[in-house]
């Protein structure tokens, strides 16, 4: 592959509405993000650049969200994604105040192009990471690094991680991921689905489930219902239905 390569695949989805090339998707309470395959419509599916060893979204694909809600869903520091049949590592670029250490400005750099071509202007978009940012009181509050909106990307910025924007969101990054063995019986897993996450003890597994001791948190989210079931304290999942477990 070319270092440097541009292609559209995949759909990005907060509950019904996804992202087109006119706007990104937005955020709203109790929406469930997810990527999706892509579709016939070439405007939905999301355009890539490929830059060193991983893809970069061109656009922001999500806004109206706080990092701390990102974080949840697990697109923050990265989760598994399945798109196309692809397994990827998907999370937030590493942004920093140093040019140098910030992943964006260097895909930038790399691929010699501007504002026209990776569209910062207009959106902010999150880093990874937090920082503590202590107040005119000296108390300490957790922020993040964010990068976009200016013509020029001339500085990095930070933003409270519960503050939401927006004019503030998600631009994703891709990292290929190989499937992990499933010989984990009797290991403490972390199973991901398109939109829900459990970790518990491996128990068993068949040619249909997986079957986990403990309960899944039943007060953040009940989406887990479509494809799993509580019986005496275990989980037992569709297997059809995960996408990665390690």
Excluded at 33 to 43: H, K, N
Aim: aromatic fraction near 14%.
């Amino acid at each position: 592959m070319k270092k440097f390569e541009v292609r559209r695949f995949g759909s990005f989805w907060a509950g019904d509405l996804t992202r087109t090339d006119d706007r990104p998707a937005l955020y709203t309470k109790n929406n469930i993000l997810r990527f999706g395959d892509s579709t016939v419509d070439e405007s939905v599916n999301i355009p890539w650049v490929w830059v060193g060893d991983k893809w970069i979204s061109k656009a922001t694909v999500l806004t109206n969200i706080t990092w701390n809600e990102l974080d949840a869903f697990g697109f923050t520091r990265g989760r598994p994604v399945r798109i196309d049949g692809d397994l990827y590592y998907c999370r937030c670029p590493h942004l920093d105040v140093n040019p140098d250490s910030c992943e964006f400005r260097q895909a930038v750099n790399e691929s010699g192009q501007g504002n026209e071509f990776w569209t910062w202007q207009g959106h902010y978009f999150m880093g990874d990471r937090t920082i503590g940012m202590e107040d005119n009181k000296g108390t300490v509050h957790p922020c993040y690094w964010m990068e976009g909106m200016h013509p020029y990307l001339s500085r990095a910025e930070y933003m409270a991680c519960s503050e939401r924007n927006c004019f503030v969101g998600f631009r994703p990054v891709l990292e290929r991921l190989c499937p992990k063995n499933r010989d984990l019986v009797g290991r403490d897993v972390t199973v991901w689905t398109d939109t829900w996450k459990f970790a518990g003890h491996l128990r068993e597994t068949n040619l249909y489930d997986l079957v986990l001791d403990g309960c899944p948190d039943t007060e953040r989210s009940d989406s887990w219902k479509e494809f799993a079931v509580v019986d005496n304290g275990r989980t037992i999942v569709d297997l059809e239905k995960v996408i990665y477990m390690g």
